[in-house]
Nanobody
Framework: QVQLVESGGGLVQAGGSLRLSCAAS????????MGWFRQAPGKERDFVAA????????YYTDSVKGRFTISRDNAKNTMYLQMNSLKPEDTAVYYC????????????????WGQGTQVTVSS
């Protein structure tokens, strides 16, 4: 079993920055990939970014490329999402997720989820 806990959300003005963290515990192995998804009110949960635990390959949705950076600290079993140049349309609940395999953009391929952290960007 894997437990994921997000932190770092909050309220920020447009153009500002936030860093989200996702601490993983339990049976985390080197082959797990992890990702960030977000869900705005009344919308579906969408892929944001993902990273392989080994090798560090990353992938981003087009709307955050050049603004968001996903990274991980294997020693701390923690994943991060550095979000810069935030826009009001980035407002959502952000979820971290883990899967036993390579990174994926598909929500249904992730086995474990955190409880989410709210990010609100004011204009």
């Amino acid at each position: 079993q894997v437990q994921l806990v997000e932190s770092g959300g909050g309220l920020v003005q447009a153009g500002g920055s936030l860093r989200l963290s996702c601490a993983a515990s339990g049976r985390i192995f080197g082959r797990y990939a992890m990702g960030w998804f977000r869900q705005a009110p009344g919308k579906e949960r969408d892929f944001v970014a993902a990273i392989n635990w080994i090798g560090g390959s990353t992938y981003y949705t087009d709307s955050v490329k050049g603004r968001f950076t996903i990274s991980r600290d294997n020693a701390k079993n923690t994943m991060y999402l550095q979000m810069n140049s935030l826009k009001p349309e980035d407002t959502a609940v952000y979820y971290c997720a883990a899967r036993n395999g390579l990174l994926s953009t598909r929500l249904y391929e992730y086995n474990y989820w955190g409880q989410g952290t709210q990010v609100t960007v004011s204009s």
